[in-house]
């Protein structure tokens, strides 16, 4: 946990949202079954971090300490979302 904080902390207010580990996904495929098998690109865990490039997030990334137990890292642009009949 310590090597948690640490990276967290590095970032400052680039940490959105530090996230939560994650148990075994199931895949909801499209014939509507369902099927415990992790998915094609199963995740660990989230966290949102502020990034303004691919390049500053692959760069932030590259301190997690998944990493350090030879974990992998995927990086996505998280999309806003406005839902509503109101103006934007």
């Known amino acids: 946990m310590e090597a ?3 990276w967290f902390g590095s970032m400052g207010k680039a940490v959105i949202d530090g996230g939560n ?3 075994k996904s ?8 369902l099927v415990s098998d ?3 690109n199963p ?4 966290s949102l971090i502020e990034a303004s490039s691919l390049e500053e997030a692959h760069k932030k990334a590259k301190g997690c300490p998944i990493l350090a ?4 890292i ?6 806003d ?3 509503g009949g109101g103006q934007a």
């Open 26 to 33: 199931s895949t909801v495929k499209s014939d509507g079954s």
């Open 74 to 79: 995927e990086i996505a642009e998280a999309m």
């Open 43 to 46: 995740a660990s865990g989230y």
């Open 81 to 83: 979302m406005h839902l």
């Open 21 to 23: 580990p994650v148990g």
């Open 4 to 6: 948690w904080g640490q």
């Open 38 to 40: 992790g998915g094609a």
């Open 69 to 72: 137990s030879g974990g992998t």
